[in-house]
């Protein structure tokens, strides 16, 4: 119980920067969408998705190996600066090779006059991928207010400066042109951009973010041992390929709603899902959160002989918040939600985002899941199983996106469906093959029925209609209230046992 309650304060205060970082993220899209023409907001998208599938590529699974070897390893010094230095060569001759060819590269992408952008973008995922390991060591150190420090800082650093740039900036040139502060600002802005700020403002915000790591990157002696890095190399090589799988499964559904549905109405279409994708976006800031918090902490458990104990207990009170999660944002979607969140020009496409709220819980699930494959150095099963994700998402996207406009099938319905059976599929594989290697006695009585319980809660909610606003509100509040109730119920003789089993220790 201690042990979990660790985690959940720790998963708590590593949520904080997702949290706000992802509000924050969100609120500059109506900015973004009222200054920008569509046609440059798209730009911005489109190099937004490069970046994530080429930060996968640039870290190579060298996060992972770290915690890994972090814990194996007694010389802890030599695991952060054998990654750190592996990351930072490979990083050099990525930024080499991009410079060299930015004017091809930007040609081959359809950006031939700004090959600029592809030297920003070089220089932010260089000094993002230069973070990620002095960030791996924070979370490995168990020192998750200095994690969120550094990570909020980061955050707040890139809208200050979106704000600056794309608001302030013009607002007092255009209305104060004689000022000394109109005077300032021309000394360094640039009237014809526009878009180029927001790419600026993050490549200053990750600069900055990578001089605030600095003490946890040079307190050590940098020494590489090419034994230990090839063990490393060797153990995160097939993660590489679960990122970019996992890249696939994220991102790539929106692309190909892009090129196959009819001109006439992809774009109206893709708006429509990525709108409501963002709504989904509410369990995966948790995800993410835990995420950062429970990758260390199940490879320190994993030296305890209760380790399987407790990460089955783990998985408990995991399915519980996320049912939880799905619950509220399902009963409170149209009183409050996407009223606040989202335009009504969009809301015609809500009938996906509880398909997407329960794809997303399947893919938690299966982070938890995906323990034993790294616990166990059998990345290549994670590898395997996440390539089997990526070919489920394309053929099933490619199967029910329309390819003319009388070959209509399901449009964006189609893509959430498929990111539904991917998820439910990989995390279906993850839990079979981990009890061949792993086996950890999960609850599955517990996961199937609270799954169940909110489902049939959430159908309970659209089934009864009520137009009162008021009593509505009260009618989805008691519905939540009978899940807790529930909850209450099946796990209070376990808290009880727990917290006694603690006093006599």
């Known amino acids: 119980m201690t042990a979990i309650k660790r985690l959940a304060g720790q998963t708590a205060i590593y949520g904080i920067p997702s949290i706000l970082g992802r509000f924050l993220g969100y609120l500059l899209v109506p900015l973004y969408t009222r200054v920008f023409l569509p046609g440059e907001y798209g730009t911005v998208n489109v190099f937004y998705s490069l970046v994530a599938f080429l930060m996968v590529i640039l870290t190579y699974g060298m996060e992972t190996a770290f915690f890994r070897f972090n814990e194996q390893e007694s010389d802890k010094e030599k695991v952060f600066s054998t990654a750190m230095i592996s990351l930072s060569l490979t990083s050099v001759i990525f930024l080499l090779m991009v410079s060299i060819y930015a004017g091809p590269l930007a040609k081959w992408i359809d950006y031939a006059d700004h090959k ?156 429509i899902y990525a709108a409501c994708y963002k709504i989904s976006i509410l369990m995966t800031i948790f995800i993410q959160a835990y995420r950062y918090a429970s990758e260390p902490f199940f490879f320190a458990q994993a030296k305890e002989k209760d380790a399987r104990i407790v990460y089955a207990r783990i998985m408990d009170y995991f399915i519980i918040t996320v049912s939880l999660i799905f619950l509220v944002t399902m009963v409170y979607l149209d009183d409050f939600i996407l009223p606040v969140l989202m335009g009504k020009n969009y809301w015609a496409g809500r009938g996906v985002i509880p398909v997407l709220m329960l794809a997303n819980l399947f893919l938690g699930v299966s982070y938890n899941l995906s323990i034993w494959y790294k616990l166990t150095g059998k990345t290549s099963w994670g590898a395997w199983i996440s390539v089997f994700g990526a070919v489920v998402t394309l053929v099933l996207n490619f199967w029910w996106i329309p390819l003319s406009s009388d070959h209509l099938i399901y449009g964006y319905y189609g893509s959430a469906w498929a990111t539904f059976i991917c998820y439910a599929s990989i995390m279906i594989l993850s839990y079979l093959i981990g009890q061949k290697f792993f086996p950890v006695k999960y609850n599955l009585i517990k996961f199937f029925g609270y799954l169940g319980l909110v489902i049939l809660l959430y159908l309970v909610s659209t089934w009864i209609k009520i137009d009162q606003p008021v009593l509505r509100i009260v009618f989805h509040t008691l519905i939540l209230g009978i899940y807790c109730a529930v909850v209450l119920f099946v796990e209070k003789p376990a808290f009880i046992r727990a917290i006694l089993s603690s006093e006599k220790k």
């Open 116 to 271: 600029e952008y592809i030297i920003w973008f070089a220089w932010i995922l260089a000094l993002d991928t230069l973070s990620s390991i002095p960030f791996a060591r924070i979370r490995a150190q168990n020192k998750p207010r200095r994690f969120a420090t550094i990570k909020m800082a980061g955050i707040l650093i890139n809208i200050g400066l979106n704000l600056f740039l794309i608001l302030l900036c013009p607002y007092i040139l255009k209305h104060s042109e004689n000022s000394i502060s109109a005077r300032f600002i021309t000394l360094f802005y640039r009237t014809d951009w526009g878009i180029e700020y927001i790419f600026i403002s993050n490549l200053i915000a990750s600069g900055i973010t990578l001089l605030l790591l600095f003490p946890e990157i040079f307190s050590t002696k940098w020494k590489i041992s090419p034994t230990l890095w090839k063990k490393m190399i060797l153990y995160a090589f097939p993660l590489l390929f679960v990122g970019m799988a996992g890249i696939i499964n994220e991102t790539f559904d929106r692309l190909l709603l892009r090129y196959l549905l009819p001109k006439d109405i992809a774009t109206y279409q893709v708006g």
